[in-house]
């Protein structure tokens, strides 16, 4: 339902500006609308409120803290007192000034954590390498020395046959003493290891040859080469050892300082917005002006609230809004407990306009209807229950609107599953005899299909009839004659197939027809060539509530082949896994199927009627909650 | 025979409707996918418009249960 609007005007003398604000901040219910008065510049110090609240979620964000949700108004609210009286730039002062050591503190914690998990991977890097190798340094003698060299593959052949060649020459034995090893772009290294004195020769031939000596020396210096696979693994393990530490800082940092910072940031966004606001009301030089729109159930309370706290101080006028300003009255949905999580399809669009009409009542009618019935299984509408309770434990709002929307969806599941006779496909059949209560949807098709489409007539004709209503109500002639005419149409399309089927007498037929006659003149009356064209749609419309019976045949056979893999591979291991999996797979696809094209339904065949989205979403100044700041 | 080419009717029937999903499907996630790339809180009307040509197919299911329904 969309609740009536107030529009109210504060008028008050300025130095009750700042109070008057802040308390509506606090009452958190007038949707400012403001006047075309002329607009205050912006308060001294708001640039640096704004700058400094951008470097608290810069630390909070940093700290990796993110439970907004945890943060409750008392925490704030005590943040509020600790810096009450406080102007502006006095307040970025003494934020800026307690905060200093605890950045600084943070950001060296940060430094050394990104430093050390940098070098910590190209350690990583080096000892995969030098691994390769780990057999070639431990037959190293001590009179030998060991060398690793990067080198292309096409010059190592070359590298190794001219050492070869050159201790030949000195009557120096080689034995094969050589380990190549290939990498990435045609690179590779070279292990030598050389008699301890030629180190210097073979530099020389090896650099000829364009290699490049990998020393790792950066990394572990002054380690010999043979020591080094040895170093680079204790530098591994004191490095893991010291991030580990960091670590357990940075979390203790996080969950002492993560909902102090959050607090803050908190107290100074509503700071920030309070600022704004201020900034932007109509000012005279000794007076100000605050006008928003204000649910008409939040009026008294609203009302008597100003009053206690600031008498005379400040004029309230209030007054329902007037025909010409209806397109910028915000809407503010209000429906009860059961019906309210449904709201959650229409963020998807933009809201309805004031003068239209919340379809929130009839979503939380028609979606689980549709989307149970295409699950219509009792054992998964059983399974899709539990989840659903699950949901409804979590602490997120949305993910409990989900909960609240999947319980409904499993409810008619299980209903539908009571009528198509279905437990886990025929599962239940087979153990337990289940019987169907209407039909069995795998083997009666026909009637399924035809019920679908008559669910969709009925659904298609009251989008219909709201739409009339709409438009009567909105003194909207083009819409109520077209959606009127659109009906009439349906109608005597019903009527006639009705005279049809009970194969009454042919003057009978004179109804539909008269009926269809009415229904053009309104239809062209209305929306003229276009308005027929709609008609088309209408029936378009309604043939694609087949879906429901498709989507669901679909989802039984799917979950009869998943039991019968009992039938081929009996009570073994393998049959009952496959058939476990084939139902999971059907679930989660029967879920999501559902669920989308219950949505598809609401969204072009039902909305496509009647629903206007060009509505402006009520958006009270209020401090926000968890992390709604993101959105903005 | 006459089963075969009912049969070879029913294929064609969610078949072609499905060749034609899925290149519509392919289209609208493509740029789907750019638009939650720019505006994540799009997220929930793509999917809707990814749901949207799932129609065609789905109608060629239907026909093609009627047309074994009714002939094989």
Not at chain 1, 288 to 296: Q, V
Not at chain 1, 394 to 410: D, F, H, Q, T, Y
């Amino acid at each position: 339902m969309i609740q009536p609007m107030i529009r109210l005007a504060i008028w008050g003398v300025s130095a009750r500006q700042k109070d008057v604000i802040q308390e509506m901040h606090r009452l958190g219910v007038l949707h400012i609308g403001q006047g075309k008065g002329p607009r205050g510049e912006d308060p001294a110090g708001l640039a640096s409120l704004r700058l400094l609240r951008s470097k608290i979620l810069g630390l909070v964000e940093s700290l990796g803290w993110s439970d907004w949700a945890g943060i409750t108004g008392d925490s704030v609210e005590s943040v509020e007192k600790l810096m009450s009286g406080l102007s502006p730039e006095e307040l970025t002062h003494e934020i800026e000034k307690s905060l200093e050591e605890f950045a600084v503190r943070l950001a060296s914690l940060l430094k050394e954590k990104n430093d050390s998990e940098e070098l910590l991977a190209r350690l990583k890097k080096g000892k995969e390498t030098l691994d390769l190798f780990a057999s070639f340094f431990r037959h190293g003698r001590t009179r030998e020395s060991t060398a690793l060299w990067l080198v292309t593959e096409e010059n190592a052949n070359g590298a190794v046959a001219a050492l070869k060649t050159a201790y030949s020459a000195r009557g120096e034995g080689w034995e094969g003493r050589v380990h190549f090893v290939s990498g990435k772009d045609a690179f590779g290294v070279l292990g030598v290891r050389i008699p301890r004195g030629l180190e210097g020769e073979t530099g020389k031939i090896l650099t000829e040859r364009k290699a490049l000596p990998w020393d790792l020396s950066e990394l572990c210096p002054g380690v010999s080469a043979e020591c080094r696979l040895e170093a680079v693994e204790k530098r591994i393990e004191e490095l893991s050892s010291r991030l580990a530490v960091i670590a357990a800082d940075l979390k203790r940092t996080s969950s002492e300082w993560g909902p102090r910072l959050g607090a803050l940031f908190m107290f100074l966004d509503g700071k920030t917005e309070q600022a704004s606001v201020e900034a932007g009301l109509t000012l005279s030089p000794n007076s100000f002006g605050l006008f928003g729109w204000i649910p008409e159930d939040a009026l008294e309370a609203t009302v008597a609230a100003l009053k206690e706290k600031f008498g005379d101080d400040v004029l309230l006028q209030w007054r329902r809004p007037e025909e010409g300003e209806w397109g910028r009255i915000p809407t503010s949905l209000k429906n009860p407990s059961l019906s309210a999580p449904f709201e959650l399809f229409l963020k998807l669009l933009s809201p309805p306009s004031y003068t239209g009409v919340d379809p929130t009542g009839a979503i939380a009618l028609f979606f689980p209807f549709f989307s149970g019935c295409m699950v219509g299984d009792i054992g998964y509408g059983a399974v899709l229950f539990l989840i659903a309770l699950k949901l409804k434990r979590n602490a997120g709002e949305i993910v409990r609107k989900i909960g609240s929307i999947l319980l409904a969806v499993s409810l008619w599941s299980m209903a539908w599953g009571a009528a198509w006779g279905e437990f886990f496909g025929d599962t239940g059949h087979r153990l337990f005899h289940m019987e169907p209560l209407w039909v069995e949807r795998s083997e009666s098709v026909t009637p399924v299909m035809a019920f679908t489409v008559a669910l969709g007539a009925a659904h298609v004709m009251l989008g219909l009839l709201i739409g009339v209503w709409q438009g009567v109500r909105n003194r909207q002639r083009h819409q109520w004659m077209e959606k009127s005419g659109n009906f009439v149409i349906l109608f005597s399309f019903i009527i006639g197939l009705m005279v049809l089927k009970a194969e009454l007498h042919g003057a009978f037929f004179s109804i539909p027809i008269i009926l269809l006659i009415v229904g053009l003149v309104l239809l062209i009356g209305g929306g003229g060539i276009g308005g027929i064209i709609e008609a088309f749609g209408s029936f378009g419309n309604i043939i694609s509530y087949v879906r429901i019976a498709a989507i669901g045949l679909s989802s039984a056979i799917l979950a009869m082949v998943a039991s019968s893999f009992m039938d081929v591979f009996g009570l073994s291991v393998l049959g009952v896994t496959l058939a476990v999996m084939i139902h999971l797979l059907n679930f989660v696809l029967a879920i999501g199927g559902s669920g989308l094209h219950a949505a598809r339904l609401h969204y072009v065949e039902f909305f496509g009627k009647f629903y206007s989205g060009n509505g402006e979403e009520y958006k009270p100044f209020q401090r926000r909650s968890g992390s709604s700041w993101k959105k903005q | 025979m006459e089963k075969a080419i009912i049969a070879i009717a029913a294929a064609l029937a969610v078949g072609i409707p499905a060749i034609a999903t899925a290149y519509a499907q392919a289209k609208i996630g493509t740029a789907g996918a750019g638009t939650v790339a720019e505006k994540p809180e799009t997220g929930g009307t793509i999917i809707i418009l990814e749901a949207l040509p799932e129609t065609m197919v789905i109608l060629g299911f239907v026909v093609a249960i009627m047309l074994i329904l009714r002939f094989a």
